[in-house]
């Protein structure tokens, strides 16, 4: 059964780099023809992509987030991860790693999620 | 401002029908791209409901059904029960710019 967790600090300096990552249990992230992603939910607000990988390495940003967003793949611990620029207040958010079917489809299984605060 | 445009909130009570509407566009719902939703309950991940618009996962009652039709989507719950109280939200491919995965601003179902 495929399983996601995520790790990382819950607080962020505001201008400093966000950084999570999230371990893959019951799959291999290297994958043939695995999707990888994250999806975000600031408080009291709605959910947003982040962005997601394809296991050759390709990715796909949400254009909103694009020019500050990094995600990556780390085949030998079985992970990947998400790196977040330049961080606000406005990047307080639960984060959750997710399995992407397909780049343009659904997302199955969710991690429980991780609250990042963003402050100084 | 998402993408997607659902109502904030609906009512029922047990045992009703009630359907939640995801109002999108030409380049999302209306360029055929499939709709999913998602239910959350608060503190824990969200679910997958329907996948492909109107299939359900292993697991999933056959109370929940999705549909589509032209640029909208609709989530449809017969027999409410009380524990269908939470947050509900569709989800599609956007064409435009790049491609991206948007979601809907959500609804919030509360049963009476």
């Known amino acids: 059964q495929l399983q996601l967790q995520e790790s990382g600090p819950g607080l962020v300096k505001p201008s400093e780099t966000l950084s999570l990552t999230c371990n893959v249990s019951g799959a291999s992230v290297s994958g043939f023809g695995s999707y990888w992603g994250w999806i975000r939910q600031p408080p009291g607000k709605g959910l947003e992509w982040i962005g997601s990988?394809?296991?050759?390495?390709?990715?796909y940003y949400n254009p909103s987030l694009k020019s500050r967003v990094t995600i990556s793949v780390d085949t030998s611990k079985n992970q990947f991860s998400l790196n977040l620029s330049s961080v606000t207040a406005a990047d307080t958010a639960v984060y959750y790693c997710v399995k992407p079917v397909a780049r343009r489809e659904w997302f199955d299984p969710w991690g429980q999620g991780t609250l990042v605060t963003v402050s100084s | 401002q998402s993408e997607l445009t659902q109502p904030p909130s609906v009512s029922g009570a047990p045992g009703q029908r009630v359907t939640i509407s995801c109002t999108g566009s030409?380049?999302?719902?209306?360029?055929?791209?499939?709709v999913h939703w998602y239910q959350h309950l608060p503190g824990t991940a969200p679910k997958l409901l329907i996948f492909?618009?109107?299939n359900r996962p292993s697991g999933v009652p056959d109370r929940f059904s999705g549909s589509k039709s032209g640029t909208s989507a609709s989530l449809a719950i017969t027999g409410l029960q009380a524990d269908d109280e939470a947050d509900y939200y569709c989800?599609?491919?956007?064409?435009?710019?790049?491609?991206?995965?948007?979601f809907g601003g959500g609804t919030k179902l509360t049963v009476l």
């Open positions: 492909g618009t109107s």
């Open positions: 989800q599609s491919y956007d064409s435009s710019l790049s491609g991206f995965v948007v």
């Open positions: 030409g380049s999302n719902i209306g360029s055929d791209y499939d």
């Open positions: 990988i394809y296991f050759s390495g390709s990715t």
